[in-house]
């Protein structure tokens, strides 16, 4: 079914046909996803769908009013009506007690509401040029002509050249608009700008992927690649990264099953992305989190077998001695199994010794475990001097505490409390 | 009563259940800012849909409905999971769930094309006026009595679980201190939600239904700050709508879901025109000075 031979074919875009189509919905993905990176860090995601949805009437009144179906004609009228929604939806925030959500979410049923009315009143008028209106419901990618692509290719041109010399200006609004403001930027016109270059990446992305869709070619780029950087440079371009190459293999895959829409699998592969970035991406994905909980777990866990030993030596007076295992289990509840493994790491490591007595700290391990009790007594006392708490209601907070605290913190500590000899319980602070 | 009265009777009553239906859970998703969910569980059945038409043949018997309906609950699980799990800001994990199983969906349909029961465009807006073609059932067009008995489903388990909904809905904090499960109510609810954006697909489609989930709760709203007000006006409103977008529609001879959708468009313009007038009229109160 699916060749390397057929793609590789696909990929020369030889034929016109899938020049226009890759051309097209290529052009389109990145446009949107451009400007989607900055619609998703306003967190205005679904702003872009009432957008969407909203275009409709607009489409159908211009074709009412021209009877014709060129992209020139109905581009205008889906302009006007997604920018009446999307002023709607700010005047119902304004002068209503309902909230965003429920304005999003009226207007954008409302304006569909309209749009079929309309469509279907067309359709029943039996117009012959009617019968790609539809097209705009579901996007028809396999219908972009050469003179769509120009369309495309200009409010492309446009997008990323306003976004490129608004760059800074867009980014500041995204992260701190107050901050903006203060500065003196003109925020207002900014968010119309913005606002008015999401309108015209949805009005021209309903041609390839269809009204409901949209969205999608907006949020998920922007969403997947958060998940790969911190930076929105690197953002905008992997984003556009993803849409263009999403954009290549949901037409491939219709091209080679023609009852196959073009639309929908560019978004399916798109959420493909996305989902395996959420999975996969290190640092911020979620097997990566789950890496670090599970290492940090760990570390917690041969802390606390460390200092169970240290704790044992020090009521001693003698750190030489010899420990077995079960008197480790006796300073703490370990779990069995979880103790042999981190006595058997942290020998590994060279913290322990082990002969027949059973095991011992190293040298230092001695410093290791002296640390520990140091952090976790200074932490007692800074909470009883600093914040006059009770002694014995410390220690489960110094706990947590002694995994956490860098050795810059540690030196602060010490600093502020005067290099204390004696902890709140009067046990020694050791050096 | 003559054919054509009969016909329109039995639209405007099947396009008034669905608006009952959706404007009475629609209260209680506006109260919770829940809005968005119904959208993003209405476009999320589509491939629940698809599959219940693929394995059934039709959308009329009940293990089909419940099937689909399941998949509008796995949308709120999988928006929460990647919300939650994997930190995707809100709006934008709704957005990414919800097109991506319409987009399954989508290719869904296409697949099954030639299927006469199921097309793309029905998956947009349904059509009321086939209503009338369906076979009957206790005398009524099976659509409609389906959407009865979910009517009546929504009604009782609404009705049987007032204060737990009431509680869980406007103090969660509180409602969780007297031993409420509001992760639960919250189920029951989407389930409701699920189930009622199914049964009204054929009629109403995927999309418009989001209409009658939001606008008429939306209307009731900004008239009242009473819960039960809400409801009841939240169904009138619903009711009118179906009413007048069926004469709309019938002098248009277009879509009659989107002619009720339209209405209720109006009818919200023209509440906030008069509560804008209103309150311009209204004399002003003198505010009693400090002493």
Known sequence: MLSLQELLHFLSLSEPNIRYVVFGTVMVGIASAVIGNFTFLRKRALVGDAIAHAVLPGICLAFLLQGS?????????????????????????????????AAIGLVLSVFFGAGVL???????????????????????????????????????????????LFFKEFTLLSFDPDFAQAVGLPVKRLELLLSTLTVLAVVTGIQTVGVVLMAALLITPAAAARFWT?????????????????SVLGSFVSYQQPNMPTGPWIIVVLSGFAFFS??????????????????????????????????SGESLGDFKAGMRAEAVQGQRAFRPFQLQLSLWTLQRRGLLERDPSGYRLSGEGLREGARLARIHRLWELYLTEYLRLAPDHVHDDAEAMEHLITPELEAQLEAALGYPKRDPHDRDIPR | MNTATLDAFWIILTGA?????????????????????????????????????????????????????????LCTWAIETVQHRAGVQGDAAMGIVFTFLFAVGVILVSSLAG???????????????????????????????????????????????????????????????????????????????????????????????????????????????????????????????????YFLAA?????????????LGVEFVAVMAVKKVGVRMRPRVPVASGT
């Open chain 1, 69 to 101: 179906r060129t992209l020139w004609v109905l581009l205008p009228g889906a302009f006007l009506s997604g920018w009446l929604a999307l002023l709607s939806i700010d005047w119902i925030n304004r002068n209503s007690r309902l909230k965003p959500d």
């Open chain 1, 118 to 164: 309309l469509l279907t009143y067309i359709q029943q008028t039996g117009d012959g040029s009617q019968s790609g209106l539809k097209h705009f419901l579901f996007g028809q990618a396999a219908a972009i002509l050469p003179g769509d692509l120009w369309v495309f290719g200009i409010t492309g041109l446009l997008l990323c050249g306003l976004v490129a």
């Open chain 1, 230 to 246: 911190d930076r929105i440079g690197a953002m905008v371009f992997l984003g556009a990264a993803f849409a263009a190459v999403a």
């Open chain 1, 278 to 311: 959420m999975v996969f991406a290190p640092g911020r994905g979620g097997l990566a989190r789950l890496w670090d909980k599970a290492r940090h777990a760990w570390k917690m866990q041969e802390e606390n077998v460390l200092k169970a030993i240290y704790h």
């Open chain 2, 17 to 73: 259940l669905v608006a009952v239906s959706g404007g009475l859970l629609g209260c209680y998703l506006l109260l919770r800012r829940l809005s968005l969910i119904g959208d993003a569980i209405s476009h999320a059945v589509l491939p629940g849909i698809a599959v219940a038409f693929l394995i059934t043949g039709s959308l009329s018997s009940v293990p089909a409905l419940l099937g689909a309906a399941v998949v509008g609950l």
């Open chain 2, 115 to 245: 299927n006469a029961d199921l097309d793309q465009e029905c998956v947009l807006y349904g059509e009321l006026a086939f209503v009338i073609f369906d076979q009957t059932v206790w005398g009524m067009p099976v659509s409609t009595a389906i959407l009865l008995a979910n009517l009546l489903l929504v009604i009782v388990v609404l009705g049987v679980g007032y204060r737990g909904f009431f509680l869980t809905t406007f103090d969660p904090a509180f409602a969780r201190a007297l031993g409420f499960s509001t992760a639960a109510w919250h189920y029951v609810l989407m389930s409701l939600v699920s189930l009622t954006t199914v049964v009204s697909f054929e009629s109403v489609g995927a999309i418009l239904v989001v209409a009658f989930l939001v606008a008429p709760a939306a209307i009731a709203h900004l008239l009242t700050d009473r819960l039960p007000i809400m409801l009841l006006l939240a169904a009138l409103v619903g009711i009118s709508a179906s009413a007048g977008g």
């Open chain 2, 251 to 263: 002098a248009l001879n277009a879509n009659i879901a989107g002619a009720m959708t339209v209405v």
